[in-house]
């Protein structure tokens, strides 16, 4: 007979899985510091005394809910604006900023990596991108004289992959312009999670973390401690451990294992009344046994330390509805923003019935959409191997709003090489884009993909920027293979020791 623990935050003593580092409690105290303080109120000063105000954000999840907070708060303030979705910054963006005769525009999510493009006065960045190196000799005159500013962590020695993302700092603004805004905090948790922030540690961490507490504070978003499979509110029962990732060895991907496993535990798949039950539904108990099980198997201690860690509700919204659970809630998001439904997630964040029902839809065709990609690129076997990067370069059969998610997915399955970053092509209305990702390890050794995207993209006449582990660009047609070998030299440059 096994022990059962009571399973909340602060009674989470199971030496068995507690000996990963994410059960530290050690966590460094973290501030925001003065100085991002100090930018943050002379931008605030910038919004609130503007009349007209265009709004640009991203269209992915972090971007969705950047703009939700950006327009509440000016709906807040009474002002006149415009909300615009952007899939990246391109030189016709670029031009519209510059032109645009509003009194001020706000980039969320977006913006900082061509922060020295930007000639206009009356400017507002909240991003968490690499910024643009040029960006502070280029533009200190407009700066000095309050008109341009750019709130990026990377400009506080923050790092903008995991420790705040652009909601995150658009809610800093948020808040910074009325305290009150704190109500829009839990807004900013989504967007940490659609951007993966909580992978590296299974949980939020430095600023995100502050924000979360504000968002906790605020009775919006409570924190648990458990299994992290994605899917807890809408995946029934057995795919929610069939496709769990990280994958357990012997229990993944078999669905008859998966329900053997349930019943070796006594616990239904179906209710009483024969509807399928899901990983919310479960007593903490049964939830417990499962979780132990998948613990003993993980085929590795890294692989443990993934499985567990904490796990986000969002108190408005029942678990089940799929936006009670911010991972579903950012997947939901996602799903809209990537297939040019700009609508969508703005409606379903205002709480419309019919926006759920839209979204579910948009976040069906979305898995469908992913599962077959993937399967397309191994079917096909399309990942090529070079010297020190893999790559795919599939033309025109995998959208470029998703080829990202399809190199991500692949990074994590068994058939690639972990130690070589993958590089993937697709095509796109204006060149080829490019999607690079890389595992962690190979970050902690010194791989900066942003760098690399940034110098390759533009060796031949391309843009590029991002993040150290997911960063991306797009380069004209035809460029692809010169494009590849200054990456391959980039990216040995990086790791040669
Ligand atoms: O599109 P994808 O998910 O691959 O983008 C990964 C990262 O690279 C994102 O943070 C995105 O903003 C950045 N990116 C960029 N310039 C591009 C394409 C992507 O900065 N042309
Ligand atoms: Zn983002």
Redesign the pocket.
């Known amino acids: 007979m096994m022990d059962i623990m009571p399973f909340g935050r602060d009674s989470l003593y199971n030496p068995r899985w507690m000996a990963g580092p994410i059960m530290s409690d050690a966590v460094p105290e973290v501030a925001f510091p003065p100085k991002l303080l100090a930018d943050l109120r002379r931008a605030a000063a910038q919004i609130v005394s503007a009349r007209r105000i265009t709004v640009i954000t ?1 269209i ?1 999840a972090d971007g969705i809910t950047s703009g939700a907070i950006a327009s509440e708060t000016l709906s807040r303030l009474g002002k006149e604006f415009t909300v615009h979705f952007e899939k ?2 391109t030189d016709e963006v670029i031009e519209r900023v510059n032109s645009d005769d509003a009194d001020l525009v706000w980039i969320c999510d ?1 913006g900082s ?1 061509y922060m020295s493009q930007f000639t206009r006065i009356g400017l507002v960045v909240t991003d968490h ?1 690499v910024p643009d190196s040029n960006w502070r000799t280029g533009q200190s005159l407009l700066s000095a004289f309050g008109c341009s500013h750019q709130l990026n962590p990377h400009l506080y020695g923050v790092d903008g992959s995991y420790e705040v993302c652009g909601a995150g700092m658009t809610y800093l603004l948020s808040k910074t312009i009325d305290p009150r805004n704190q109500d829009l905090a839990y807004i900013a948790v989504i967007g940490a999670i659609g951007d993966l922030q909580d992978l590296q540690n299974s949980r939020l961490v430095s600023w995100n973390r502050l924000i979360l507490d504000d968002a906790v504070e605020a009775g919006d978003v409570e924190v648990s401690f458990g299994l992290r499979y994605f899917g807890r509110g809408t995946r029934p029962l057995v795919q929610f451990l069939q496709y769990g990732e990280p994958a357990i060895p012997g229990i993944t991907g078999d669905m008859n294992v998966c329900l053997a496993l349930l019943e070796s535990f006594g616990i239904s798949a179906v209710d009483s009344n024969g509807r399928k039950r899901y990983w919310c539904d479960l007593e903490e108990s049964e939830r417990m046994v499962v979780t132990d099980e998948l613990v003993t198997n993980a085929g590795s201690d890294a692989d443990r330390e993934t499985l567990l860690g904490e796990v986000y509700t969002i108190t408005r919204y029942p678990v089940r509805s799929g936006l009670g659970d911010a991972k579903e809630f950012a997947t939901t998001l996602n799903s809209c923003g990537r297939y040019g439904d700009d609508a969508t997630g703005p409606r379903i964040r205002r709480g419309g019935r019919s926006a759920l029902k839209d979204a579910e839809n948009k976040r069906r065709d979305h898995r469908r959409n992913i599962s077959s990609a993937l399967n397309y690129v191994k079917e096909n076997s399309l990942l090529m191997r070079g010297s020190h990067v893999q790559y795919f370069i599939d033309g025109s059969a995998i959208k ?2 998703v ?3 399809v ?1 991500n997915m692949l990074l994590n399955s068994e058939d690639v090489d972990p130690d070589m970053p993958i590089i ?1 092509f697709a095509e796109a209305d204006d060149g080829i ?5 890389a595992s962690k390890r190979l970050i902690d050794r010194g791989l900066d993909l ?1 760098r690399i ?1 940034t110098e390759a ?1 533009a060796s031949v006449g ?6 150290s582990v ?5 380069i004209p047609e035809g460029k692809e293979m010169v494009f590849l070998d200054r990456v391959e030299a980039l990216v040995k440059d990086c790791l040669s020791p």
């Open positions: 991203h992915d990246k910054i977006l990596a991108h470029e709003t080829v990202g998610i190199a993937a884009k490019v999607s690079a990702r942003s995207m993209a391309g843009l590029g920027g991002g993040h997911a960063a991306g660009a797009t």
